[in-house]
Structures are given as structure tokens and as C-alpha cells.
């Protein structure tokens, strides 16, 4: 049996394990605006995600943009991290840690920023195509895309996260690519990580069912090559076995009435490449 609490913004900060929150209009307010300052973040990277640029540079701006907002990167000093966001270059699937190597043509990199507004966080991740990028990598950015879209297509009350997983796992295999199981999406609020786990594979009519309330991140990571990974000496970056390229998106949404809110859209239209 899964566990349910619906829980007031006083309590939405609580650690209950394994149980999911339902979170009331107070909730859904706060990650509105949590979401859409990620959101914006994100639009005000498009310019500066250029060949020459430092993955330090765009994570300058991103601190200091989040800051300004009167907001905090959730991730500076989470669990030991000392960044204000991800930069997963390439093969990287996800926590590629800011550093002085510069962007150069055709490369793809997820850019992954959590700003903590008012205490309510906005989780939100895109891919960037730097210069010009060869067709096979843009295939996979747009089919992960594609991924995102499907597996938040399904997140309605009723349904069950395996419906999630099941969409993604689905669409991605069609084009013969692997789903990342090392990571998943998952519940936040007043926490970054909270219950319930997203995973992005999965059989229909499996998992917890998606009440009115919930509030979680979808952020699947598509490999061109096999779904393993590992993670490299630093602690943090993971990178495919294979070495293939890898992408990711993430939204950061609310399970409504008659199905879910998107709190991480973005205010441009900057959704996905090309922007
Ligand atoms: N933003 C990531 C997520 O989607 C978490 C990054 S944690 C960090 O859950 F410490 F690596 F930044
Ligand atoms: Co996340
Ligand atoms: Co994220």
C-alpha cells in the first residue's frame, strides 16, 4: 500500500519516508513561481551557451541571476556539491560539475538549475545545441524531448507512475535507444528530493497512483548507445560506459484535477532547440 499525507506548507518541509504529499493551492503557488524563475534561468542562458564559453561562466550567471531573484541554488552545498547547477557535456548524463573547459562546436550539454524561492524549489533541465550540431545528436535531443512530453502527457489522476515510465520507456526503445535506470525523477516542494521515485521505465497500471496534489520532477536521460552508466573519481559526473551521447530534459510539475501543471515552462517559448 502506498502512503498519502496532504500537507500544509508548515509541513510540507517534513522528511516522512516513503510517504507521498499532497500538496494544497499554498503548494501549487509557491512552485509557480519557484518553476517559473527556473524557467527564466534557463531563457537567459540561450545567449551565452556558445563555442569558447567555460561551463564556470554559465554557472556564474546562473548563481548570480538566482541570487538576484532573492532566491538560493539549491544544489550550492547539497550533499557536498559546491555549484549552482549541472552542465552534463556530451556523453555526461547527468551531475557534470561546472569547471574552466570550454563549450566547443557541436557539442550538446544539459544545463540543470534548482533555485529555492520562498522555500519551494523549481527543478528544471533543457539541452542546448552549441554551433552547429551533427544530425544523430539532434535526433536524440528531440526524441528525448519527445520523451518528457509523453511521460507528462500521462501524469493525470487515475494513472500510475509505471503509465510515466511506460510512455518513455516506449518511445525512446523505438528508436533503439537506452533508458537510464541510475537516476530517476522525483518528488520535491519544500524538499529537492522527496517520495515518490519517477522512474522512467516501467509497465502500465504499476506503481504509486497520481492523486490531485502530488508534486514531482519527470527528467528522463536518453543514451544514443546502452542504458549503463557509471560515475567518474569526482563522485558526481556520470557518463555513459559506452561513451555515447546522452541527453536529458526535466520538468518539474503538480498533478491536477483533471490532470497536470507544468510549473517549469518556459516564459519564451524556449521549451527546446533550436531556441
Ligand atoms: N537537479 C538535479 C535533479 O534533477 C539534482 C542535482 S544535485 C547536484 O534532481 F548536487 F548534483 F547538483
Ligand atoms: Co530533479
Ligand atoms: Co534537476
Request: proline share 6%; glycine share 12%.
Amino acid at each position: 500500500m502506498d502512503h498519502y499525507v496532504e500537507v500544509t506548507p508548515a509541513e510540507a518541509g517534513l522528511t516522512r519516508d516513503g510517504v507521498i504529499k499532497l500538496h494544497g493551492a499554498e503548494g501549487f503557488e509557491g512552485m509557480r513561481k519557484a518553476g517559473r524563475l527556473a524557467a527564466e534561468i534557463l531563457d537567459a542562458l540561450v545567449p551565452h551557451v556558445v563555442p569558447g564559453v567555460t561551463t564556470e561562466e554559465l554557472d556564474d550567471i546562473v548563481r548570480q541571476m538566482t541570487l538576484r531573484a532573492g532566491a538560493v541554488p539549491a544544489t550550492l552545498g547539497y550533499r557536498g556539491y559546491t555549484h549552482s547547477c549541472c552542465t552534463s557535456i556530451n556523453h555526461v548524463i547527468c551531475h557534470g560539475i561546472p569547471s574552466d573547459k570550454r563549450l566547443k562546436d557541436g557539442d550538446i550539454v544539459n544545463i540543470d538549475v534548482t533555485p529555492m524561492l520562498d522555500g519551494w524549489h523549481g527543478d528544471t533541465s533543457r539541452m542546448f545545441l552549441v554551433g552547429d550540431v551533427p544530425v544523430k545528436a539532434k535526433r536524440l535531443v528531440d526524441v528525448t524531448y519527445e520523451c518528457l512530453m509523453l511521460g507528462i502527457e500521462q501524469a493525470k489522476p487515475g494513472n500510475h507512475v509505471g503509465d510515466i515510465g511506460h510512455a518513455i520507456q516506449a518511445h525512446a526503445e523505438k528508436h533503439r535507444y537506452g533508458v537510464v535506470r541510475d537516476f530517476c525523477g522525483h518528488g520535491l516542494g519544500q524538499l529537492f528530493h522527496d517520495a515518490p521515485e519517477i522512474v522512467h521505465v516501467g509497465r502500465p497500471g504499476t506503481g504509486p497512483e497520481l492523486r490531485p496534489g502530488m508534486i514531482f520532477t519527470i527528467e528522463p536521460m536518453i543514451n544514443i548507445g546502452k542504458a549503463a552508466g557509471k560515475v567518474l573519481e569526482d563522485g558526481w559526473t556520470a557518463v555513459t560506459r559506452d561513451r555515447s551521447l546522452s541527453a536529458q530534459f526535466e520538468h518539474s510539475i503538480g498533478i491536477t484535477e483533471t490532470g497536470c501543471e507544468i510549473f517549469t515552462a518556459s516564459p519564451k517559448g524556449f521549451d527546446k532547440p533550436p531556441y
